[in-house]
């Protein structure tokens, strides 16, 4: 399967900055998907990013708030944008390795103060 | 859209006894169905997953899962959990559409912390 590389791990940001997540897959993928998984809760679906085209918003998650980008088969960022506490969570990229399942990235810890 | 309920949020087992988890989920067309495993500190595996065929599957582990279509549930077994064993389990739903293509997206249940103690 596929693996992916995610980082930052973790970072504490000032509220009102934003913080810019990586993702890097060693292979080609059509579709990305970006997570959250907020603290004691379960995963929820941000948005699903196709290369060569806007990514597809889930309904409480706005391209203004969090900015995606897939320029390539490989790659993806997602940028958490003007931080406020209420915004720390682990932040999670997928994709989707058909018969194989989907496989996630190591997440990122993000701590807003 | 779809949604997927766990029954439990906190089981706690001693070592070797019997564990199943419930999962149940809504959406009336065909699904893919998942359980993924989070170990303190780690990053979310694949435990197992149903995308057709014989309804009891098998993981990674020692885990399997029933996929039983008329009561919409996927619950996952294990006969003697390990100390080892604690973690928090995730069941999720791909749905498909009426051409059997993937929607894509992922739905998660709430998920089970599982405890068990040596």
């Known amino acids: 399967s596929a693996v992916i590389s995610q980082k930052p791990s973790r970072d504490i940001c000032q509220r009102g900055t934003s913080l810019t997540i990586q993702c890097q897959v060693d292979?080609?993928?059509?579709?990305m998907f970006w997570y959250r998984q907020q603290p004691g809760q379960s995963l929820t679906l941000i948005a699903t990013?196709?290369?060569?085209?806007?990514?597809?918003?889930e309904s409480g998650f706005v391209i203004d708030k969090f900015p995606i980008s897939r320029p390539n088969l490989t790659f993806s960022t997602l940028t958490v944008s003007n931080m406020s506490p209420e915004d720390s969570s682990i932040y999670l990229c997928?994709?989707?390795?058909?018969?194989?399942?989907?496989?996630f990235g190591s997440g990122t810890r993000l701590t807003v103060v | 859209a779809q949604s997927v309920s766990q029954h439990n949020h906190h089981v706690i087992l001693s070592e070797a006894a019997s564990l199943e988890l419930g999962c149940n989920y809504s959406?009336?067309?065909?699904?893919?169905l998942f359980w993924y495993v989070q170990y303190p500190g780690q990053h979310l595996q694949l435990l197992l997953k149903?995308?057709?065929?014989?309804?009891l599957v098998k993981g990674i582990k020692g885990f399997e899962a029933e996929f039983i279509k008329s009561k919409f549930s996927f619950n996952l077994r294990k006969p003697s959990v390990q100390w080892s064993d604690t973690a928090e389990y995730f069941c999720?739903?791909?749905?498909?559409?009426?051409?059997?293509?993937?929607?894509?997206?992922?739905?998660f249940g709430q998920g089970t912390i599982l405890t068990v103690h040596p």
């Open positions: 997928s994709v989707d390795q058909g018969i194989y399942g989907y496989t």
């Open positions: 292979s080609q993928v059509t579709m």
């Open positions: 990013a196709n290369q060569g085209s806007e990514a597809t918003y």
């Open positions: 959406y009336g067309g065909t699904v893919n």
């Open positions: 149903y995308f057709s065929g014989d309804p």
């Open positions: 999720a739903v791909n749905a498909l559409n009426a051409g059997g293509t993937s929607y894509g997206k992922l739905t």
